[in-house]
């Protein structure tokens, strides 16, 4: 059984202040979730994003990982990724 999809007062809920919409052309833009509707979910989100450099409706939502990174270095830890092995 499939769960029910996310409201972003639920993604606030657990500390999230924004989530980041990509589009299949490569764009990428941040969205603040405190300026969407409570009830609203990642998938309605999804489907009716319009991309402001092709115009296409519709796009991925996902984490933004720029803002947790950046939680996660202001602790001490790096999001550096590691040398490779020769």
């Not at 999230?16 to 405190?34: D, K, N, Q, R």
């Given at each position: 059984m499939r769960r029910p999809d996310r409201t972003f007062a639920d993604w606030i809920a657990e500390g999230?202040?924004?989530?980041?919409?990509?589009?299949?052309?490569?764009?990428?833009?941040?969205?603040?979730?405190?300026d969407l509707p409570p009830r609203l979910t990642r998938t309605c989100l999804g489907q009716n994003a319009c991309c402001a450099k092709c115009g296409k409706r519709g796009a991925q939502v996902m984490r933004d990982m720029k803002a947790h990174n950046a939680g996660l270095e202001a602790t001490g830890w790096s999001c550096e990724p590691w040398p490779a092995r020769s």
């Open positions: 999230l202040t924004t989530m980041a919409l990509h589009c299949s052309c490569g764009h990428y833009a941040t969205v603040t979730l405190a």
